[in-house]
Each structure stands twice: as C-alpha cells, then as structure tokens.
C-alpha cells in the first residue's frame, strides 16, 4: 500500500538548497507592488492552494493517510471563527485559531474513531468523505440552534465594518493576499521541521510499511493521530480568513469536495510527502485554472473537469510528482556524468 | 401514521431493488479487481442523461433506454479500464482509487459544461399513475424500476454464475495466476468485470431517470449509497448487495418519513459511518 511520493524525492530538494524558497517568497512578496487586481485575486487563490496542499500533504503525503474529507475541518474552521464573531464578538484572529483547534479536535475524534477500526486506504479516504460531506448536510440542515442562527442552506453573511484590521476587515484584497502568504510561511516552516524531525521519520515509516512500522516499535496509531491533528488545524485555520475574505459562507461551498480535492491535488501534483511538492502543485495548477477561466468564459465546471484529467494523467505518469520527477533526473543526470 | 410508515416500507424495498443494482456493480468491480470505483455515482449520472436525452430527442421510453444505456455504459468500462486501469495493474491500489476520483471529477464537471447544473426531469406519460398496495398508493414508475432492477439482477447473476465467462471472470478472481495457467484471458476477464460493473449503473441510470432529477453532481448520491451498501452487505458477496440494498432502501425511506428536513442524507452517512466503524476489521481490508 506505499502511496504515491517516491524515496528519495525530499533529498533532491534539500541538495538545491534555500535557494528556490527563498526566490519563491521575495518574488511572491513583491508581486503585489506590480500586479493588478486580477493578479492579486489570482494569487490569494494561488495561496490558498499551496497552503491547502500542504496541510493536506502532513496526513495524505507524510502518513500516507488520504483523505477525501478535508474540507469538513474548512468548513469547521469557516463556521466557528463566523459564529464566534458574529455572536459573542470574538476577533476573528482569535476565532481562526479557536477554528483551527476545534477542526483539530474533531480531527482526533475522527481519527481515533477510524484508525482504532482499522480503516486504511480505501476506507479511510471514503469515511473522511463521507464525514465531510455528513457535517455539510448537517449544516444544511441547522437553521437555527439555541437561538445561535446557523444560517441553514442559505449560509451566514458576515458583518462588514470597513476596513478594521483588529476585526480581520480589508477593503482591499492586498492584506489577504499577505496573511496567507504569512500562513504559507508557518505551514512550510512546520512541514520543513516535520521533514528533518524523529516524528517525521516515524511518519514516513508508517506511510511505506505500517506492520513493519509497528513491528519496529513505531507507535503507528498515535503518530497518526497526530498527524491528522495538525493537519486539521491549519485547514481549520484557512476555512476561518476565507470568511473574512469573502464575508459569506454556505455549506454548499465550505464542506465541498472542492476544497477536500485542491489540496489533495496539489499535493500529488507536486509531490505527495514532499516539503515544496504541494506548493509546486499550486504553481502548476492556478495558472492552468486561470487560463481555462479566461479563454472559456462562465463555463462553470471547465476548471475542475481540466482538474480531474490532470489528476489522472499524474497518477497514471508521474505518480511521484514533480518534486519526485525532478530529483530523478537530476539523480539520472549525475548518474550519467558519473559513468 | 401506520399508512405512513407502511407506505415508506413498501417505496424503500422499490428503492433498495436499485440500490442492489448499482451496489452489485460496484461489487463486481471490487471483487474482482480490488478497485473501489470512486466514479461509479458520476457514471450512473452519464446513463441518467443518456436515457433523459434519448427521451427529449427521439421520445424514447426510458425503460426502453435501458437497453441502451446498459450497453453504451458497458462498453466505456471496457474503455476506461483498458486505458486508465488496466496499465496500472500491480502498482499501488490506492493510485488506481485516485485515477477514479480524477475520473469522476472529470464526468461530473464534462457534465457541467455540457449540460449547466440545471436540475432537469423527465416526464413520461404515465409519470403520475400510482397503483395501490394495501393502504399505500405507489407510483407505478417506481414499480416499474424496481422489476426492471431486479431483472437485471437475475441476468447478472446468472451471467456470473452460470456461464463459462462468469466462471472464468471469478477464477480470476480467486487466484490470478492459477486462472492464467488454465489459458484463462486475464486482462479479458478484469476489463469484462469492469464493463458489467458500469453496465449496472448504466441501467440503473436508465431505470430511475422517470422519477428521479437529472443533474451533474446526482451521481454523488447514488455513490455514497452503493458504498454503503456494499459494505452492509459484505465485500465480494453479490447476495449481500441485494440485501444491503434493501436494507438501505427502507433505513433512509422510513426515516425521510419520520425525520424533518433533508435529515435523510445525514442519515445515509452516519449508517455509511457506523458500517465502516463497527464492522469487523477482516471484512474491510483488501485481500492484497
């Protein structure tokens, strides 16, 4: 049951050293001076991607544990931080990360639940799917809760009050686009740590041979548990600022196999189980997105169709992503040299 | 009250014949190639077009449609699987499971483009005749589907059971190798399973299309349903998926009539949940 990422893929982007990240931040840190407000909304998407990719890519890449699901912990995160606002007037700074740890917690309880039956690949994919697509009907379903109105199918209008940075509020898009950068940042910088750690190891052990894994002493369940606890936070964290974004959510759309899918699609895109694969991912497939967008205007479902073909030419070509097909020929080139 | 119920009972084994039908599909699909087809909901919505289509168009019947669609839905599995599938054999089944998400993604959103996200329904003449059982008025459509299931069904299974190409898809099954060495065709027998998997939803598609809507993502229903119901009924057990099915038929139909609201679809994944959660672990895991 070895998942997609390939060995040896993370050593190759290690080999080239800082250089692109950092490359990749100044340019993505600077683009906002020179772009327009197209570019600006195309990069927050762009952002939001690699980010989901990457959050995705701790449970999915690392353990080897796919999910379908994971925008259950959007939606979670999309609906606490709003209601918390909305309701009690929490600051959604702090309603992300009350979000994100609530999104956690149900990652726990979703993980125990499911790893202690036992459920791997198939399964485990199809219960996470089945449990985002569960809470999105449950939302539907909940007009109203203890007088808290939930909004039901109709979904919640956040409050605008202008421009209040303590409230998360922009007029302007620019200071999303840079907290999601920031957020990028924390998540890579995590995802890097994970890489170099003992935990990150255990991870990869599990994600290769899970029986070996045990057998080794590797406390599998608990690694995966964990897993899917950070993983859950930051997508929990994400679902909370695109409220702000936005100042709308519904069910229909924060629970939406979308949002479980783009990250999934990122990840394997660019390299499941890699540090720089799922923002890679992200690098690969907004532009195609955007271009299919604006050569066939307003056909709906033309994005995510050129979506699905891409996943399935990946899987069935470059299963390793790009991340694992540039390390190998790189590793071939030398090779070559070498001989 | 009791007419209500009794009326739920009776359209929940109409709905469980169905639900059997695209189960055993997926079946099928599962035990012979160990692929869980993630685009079985999206290919039944590609038979469920086909049908209300062919009805807009060419005012054919949609029961009649059946014998089309079963056949134009069995001869794109023996696609998919020969050019999607089939060169990935041996490699990680869980890419061959993403190769069906990226399929389904691909169907539903073609659909879209296609077709906009328009809810459309087919109405054939005898669309609202009902015919009474007991205290209960049952539309005829829905009995109509029901035995048009069933039949099906019993084709099947007689295919799989008594045939030499049954025989040889289920040797296949068993034991790959061996059943090569008896001069068994063995990508034959994986790309024929395929087929008659899609086959059935390719029916079933057809069959409920005259009272159910048609749209891109009602796949998405009819997918969760068939997962349920293969896991309720058991892996590889063709009985269990008829019985699953009607199982699942009464389940969501009684409780839409007891519960508010579109409670029924919460209910249809915490039964989906439950299933997988507290069924023995031996029964889940793959043979590999």
Redesign the interface.
């Known amino acids: 049951m070895t998942a997609l990422a390939a060995n040896g893929a993370r050593a190759g982007i290690r080999g080239s050293g800082a250089i692109l990240p950092v490359l990749f931040l100044v340019v993505a840190a600077a683009a906002p001076i020179f772009a327009n407000g197209y570019v600006l909304e195309v990069g927050i998407v762009l952002l939001m991607f690699a980010y989901l990719g990457s959050s995705w890519n701790i449970l999915g890449g690392w353990a080897g544990q796919m999910s379908f699901g994971h925008a259950a912990f959007f939606g979670l995160g999309a609906y606490v931080s709003a209601l918390l606002w909305i309701n009690a007037g929490v600051s959604p700074w702090i309603g992300m990360l009350i979000g994100a740890l609530v999104a956690a917690a149900f990652g726990v309880v979703v993980a125990i639940a499911t790893f202690r039956a036992g459920l791997r690949g198939h399964y485990f994919a199809l219960a996470m799917f089945a449990v985002a697509q569960m809470l999105m009907a449950l939302f539907v379903n909940l007009k109203e809760v203890a007088g808290i109105t939930i909004g039901g199918s109709e979904g919640l209008q956040l409050p605008y009050t202008g421009t209040d940075p303590g409230q998360m509020v922009f007029d302007s898009r620019m200071p999303f686009y840079y907290i999601l950068l920031a957020m990028l940042v924390v998540v890579q910088a995590v995802v890097k740590f994970i890489s170099i750690s003992r935990f990150g190891a255990y991870l990869q052990a599990v994600r290769n041979d899970e029986d070996a894994a045990e057998a080794l002493g590797v406390n599998v369940f608990g690694c995966k548990v964990a897993a899917m606890a950070v993983s859950a936070f930051f997508t929990g964290a994400v679902g909370a600022v695109y409220g702000q974004i936005y100042l709308y959510i519904e069910p229909g759309i924060v629970f939406s196999a979308t949002y479980s899918i783009q990250g999934l699609l990122c990840a394997v895109v660019g390299g499941a189980g890699t540090v720089w694969g799922p923002v890679l991912g992200a690098l690969v497939l907004t532009p195609l997105a955007e271009v299919s967008k604006v050569f066939f205007r307003d056909i709906s479902g033309l994005d995510l169709m050129i979506f699905g073909a891409v996943l399935i030419v990946f899987v069935r070509f470059i299963p390793q992503g790009l991340v694992g097909l540039w390390t190998e020929t790189l590793a071939r080139r030398r090779g070559g040299s070498r001989s | 009250m009791t007419s209500l119920i009794f009326e739920a009972l009776v359209a929940g084994v109409l709905l469980g014949g169905v639900y059997g039908l695209i189960a055993l599909g997926l079946n099928i699909i599962y035990g012979v190639l160990d692929i869980?087809n993630f685009a079985h909901g999206a290919m039944m919505m590609m038979g469920m077009y086909l049908t209300f289509w062919l009805f807009q168009v060419y005012g054919i019947d949609p029961y009649l449609s059946i014998l089309i669609a079963g056949p134009v839905m069995f001869v794109f599995g023996a696609l998919v699987y020969l050019f999607?599938l089939d060169?990935?054999r041996g490699?990680?089944?869980?890419?061959q499971?993403?190769?069906t998400?990226?399929?389904?993604?691909?169907?539903?959103?073609?659909?879209?483009?296609l077709f906009?996200?328009d809810f459309r329904v087919l109405q054939p003449s005898y669309g609202q005749d009902v015919i009474q059982i007991g205290p209960a008025f049952v539309p005829l459509t829905r009995i109509l589907t029901f035995v048009a299931a069933l039949a099906a069904t019993a084709v099947l299974l007689f295919i799989f059971q008594r045939t030499r190409l049954g025989r040889s898809i289920r040797a296949v099954a068993q034991q790959q190798e061996g059943a090569a060495l008896c001069g068994i065709n063995v990508r034959l027998a994986y790309t024929l399973a395929f087929a008659l998997g899609s086959a059935c939803v390719g029916i079933a598609g057809a069959a409920v299309t005259p009272f159910f809507y048609v749209s891109?993502t009602v796949g998405?229903l009819f997918n969760?349903a068939s997962?349920v119901v293969v896991v309720l009924g058991g892996l590889g057990s063709m009985a269990g998926s008829l019985l699953g099915g009607l199982v699942l038929g009464i389940t969501v139909s009684v409780g839409a009539a007891l519960l508010?609201?579109?409670?029924k679809?919460?209910l249809m994944?915490?039964i989906?949940?439950g299933v997988?959660?507290?069924?023995p672990?031996g029964l889940?895991?793959?043979k590999?």
């Not at chain 2, 490699?91 to 890419?95: E, P």
């Not at chain 2, 998400?101 to 483009?113: D, E, K, R, W, Y």
């Not at chain 2, 508010?260 to 409670?263: D, K, Q, T, Y």
């Open positions: 869980i999607l060169p990935m490699k990680a089944l869980q890419n499971f993403l190769v998400l990226g399929l389904s993604l691909f169907i539903t959103n073609a659909a879209q483009v906009s996200p891109p998405d969760i997962f508010p609201g579109s409670f679809e919460v994944f915490a989906f949940l997988l959660l507290f069924r672990t889940l895991g793959s590999a």
